[in-house]
């Protein structure tokens, strides 16, 4: 209800976040050299990631290939992670280029790492039109935050 309530209205997350340097505020968990992880604040599933450049394109092909691998390893990086952290049976690894596509931020690329186990649906989207999510996102950043850490260079 929050997002639905807020909009879009506060600019580009992608680009404003990251420059307020702020990254415990932000759920912000990493950054490289040209790109960052960041959870996302209406998840999915528990421990819902995205992985975004710090350049303001939307445009996958138009970054450099420097770029492309380094979002590429962040993208390796948090799959591990939650692997590990998380048991997470499964990922649903994806990116919404334009509108069309279902994107949110559509002038900015991003990536979503989403989690999954087995048994993870339930009624609840069907009936209640709403996604249960088992962990605060402050308890999913703190727990999240170590394995991070390491794969930070910025």
């Known amino acids: 209800m929050e997002y639905i309530q807020r909009g879009n209205s506060g600019g580009c997350i992608f680009c404003t976040l990251p420059a307020a340097k702020r990254d415990e505020e932000n759920l912000i968990l990493a950054r490289a050299r040209h790109g960052f992880v960041i959870m996302n604040r ?18 996958l092909l138009g970054v450099s290939e420097e770029a492309r691998g380094s979002l590429m390893t962040l993208v390796g990086h948090a799959i ?15 990116a919404n280029l334009g509108r069309a596509a279902g994107a949110g931020y559509d002038g900015h ?6 989690p999954r186990w087995l048994g993870d649906t339930n009624f609840m989207p069907i009936l209640g039109e709403t996604k249960v999510i088992t962990q605060s996102l402050s308890d999913t950043y703190r727990q999240l935050l170590p394995h991070f850490q390491a794969v930070s260079t910025a």
């Open 42 to 59: 209406y998840p999915y599933s528990n421990a819902h990631v995205m992985v975004a450049p710090y350049e303001h394109t939307s445009d």
């Open 80 to 94: 591990r992670i939650l692997q590990t952290a998380y048991k997470a049976d499964g990922l649903n690894i994806g």
């Open 109 to 114: 690329l991003h990536f979503h790492v989403v």
